[in-house]
């Protein structure tokens, strides 16, 4: 399978990939993307020039990621009746904008899913979910502040301003070992976003 992924790094990048392999038990290839993307002001903005990209490009699918970063809600699905611009999963489709593609199809038959995610509070809580950190209550209302986002990384990389190698370094070997049961009961935004890497498999797999 190969995947484009429009997220705010390249250390984001390497996790989201990794936790699909996993998730569906198959490689994960990156498919290039135009860009290079530094942070979540970036992925937004080439978000659907990403996914015109991967499209015209032959991928099987793209995955766009940002962090909820201590927003007050995330909807379920991103085209949820009451779609709100302060919902990042809302504004992370609508700046994708891949009616238009689903729309036009493509020759030959091929197939091209989208997957959005936006883990509540930052990807570091899923890694801490997945690594057994002890929280003091539910993992979710972690990071809603900056400091304690900051304090998170701390938890989770031994410092609060880490680099991309030792974020990956960190990282990686979590993602490669994750319990997929646990880590969707304690996280909401994670059960989302593994409910649609399963449904993107089947999808691509239909005739």
């Known amino acids: 399978m190969k995947l484009a992924f429009c997220v705010e790094d390249e250390s984001d990048r390497a996790v989201f990939q990794g936790m699909i392999s996993r998730l569906l038990d198959l490689p994960v290839e990156a498919h290039p993307v135009p860009y290079r993307l530094r942070g979540r002001s970036m992925a937004m ?13 032959g ?20 085209l949820h009746a009451t779609a709100s611009p302060r919902c990042r999963l809302c504004a992370l489709s609508w700046a994708a904008n891949v009616g238009p593609l689903e729309a036009r199809g493509r020759s030959r038959g091929t197939r091209m899913g989208f997957v959005f995610a936006v883990p509540v509070q ?3 809580t899923w890694l801490l979910i997945a690594s057994n950190h002890p929280f003091s209550g539910p993992p979710e209302l972690r990071g809603q502040t900056e400091t304690d986002r900051r304090r998170m ?55």
């Open 153 to 207: 990384k701390y938890e989770l990389y031994g410092t609060e301003a880490p680099d991309g190698q030792l974020m990956r370094k960190k990282a990686l070997p979590i993602v490669e070992s994750f319990d997929e049961t646990a880590l969707s009961t304690q996280s909401a935004s994670f059960r989302h976003f593994a409910s649609q890497v399963h449904t993107l498999r089947a999808y691509l797999q239909s005739p």
């Open 45 to 57: 903005k080439w978000a659907a020039e990403i996914a015109r990209d991967a499209f015209n490009k």
């Open 59 to 78: 991928a099987d699918g793209v995955v766009f990621a940002i962090d909820n970063d201590g927003e007050p809600t995330i909807h379920d699905h991103p």
């Open 122 to 124: 930052t990807i570091e």
